[in-house]
């Protein structure tokens, strides 16, 4: 298996609501990353977990909430979310000797806030 | 402030020809550039990657050319394909997790 899973592949959710993403790999990697990415834009990193340890926050506003709960899996738990934070977001993993050299992005999770 | 300048922001080129894209950075301490490919609807695949003791690396169609001293890089796509349309980040980074993208080109090879 060489793939990030990223569900679900679309949400809709209103200002008031909470959802979650969710990523997996199953490759063994031990970094994984968040990364927002508006239209016809690079993608922003905002986090990064090392060995399931949160190791890099971007100043991410508290309405992202990061977890690693294991090796294999990353969620975004989102909660009073702004129409502005409507974007493409993309999860990330690279392999623990390897880091920036190794990533493997998923297709990503198109996130629209009402 | 953006650490990878890159240029144009689109590109059209007809098949077969020669796909050319700059990135320009300020950083010296850098030493990892790669190039990204994206397709609508997919997230950035990593297409080839140098290291500044590398003036010139090719793999396929797709060669970076590396200039240290001008603090410059580029992606040639030769025999440019109508598969080749996407978008390509340029990249660079001296951080073991975090890369610095280029703002993007939008290729559309036509046929």
């Known amino acids: 298996d060489t793939e990030v899973t990223q569900t679900p592949k679309h949400l809709v959710m209103g200002m008031t609501n909470k959802k979650s993403l969710k990523c997996e790999q199953h490759?063994?990697?031990?970094?994984m990353y968040w990364y927002k990415q508006k239209a016809k834009k690079p993608p922003e990193l905002m986090f990064v977990?090392?060995?399931?340890?949160?190791?890099i926050n971007e100043s991410v506003p508290s309405r992202f909430s990061p977890e690693c709960p294991n090796s294999s899996l990353l969620n975004l738990h989102l909660h009073a979310l702004q129409p502005e934070d409507s974007a493409l977001y993309l999860c990330?993993?690279?392999?623990?000797?390897?880091?920036?050299?190794?990533?493997?992005f998923g297709s990503g999770t198109r996130l629209t806030v009402v | 402030q953006q650490q990878v300048k890159q240029s144009p922001q689109s590109l059209i080129v007809q098949k077969g020809g020669i796909s050319i894209i700059n990135c320009a950075y300020e950083?010296?301490?850098?030493?990892?550039f790669p190039w990204y490919q994206q397709f609508p609807g997919k997230g950035p695949a990593l297409l080839i990657a140098i290291r500044p003791d590398v003036s010139e690396k090719k793999e396929g169609r797709f060669t970076i050319s590396f200039n240290k001293s001008a603090k410059q890089f580029s992606l040639h796509i030769m025999d440019s394909q109508p598969g080749d349309s996407a978008t390509y980040f340029c990249a660079a980074t001296h951080h073991p997790y975090a890369l610095n993208f280029g703002k993007g080109t939008s290729l559309l090879v036509t046929p």
């Open positions: 990330a993993s690279s392999p623990p000797t390897q880091g920036v050299y190794g990533y493997t």
């Open positions: 950083n010296t301490a850098f030493d990892y």
């Open positions: 977990y090392s060995y399931e340890k949160l190791s």
């Open positions: 490759m063994g990697h031990r970094a």
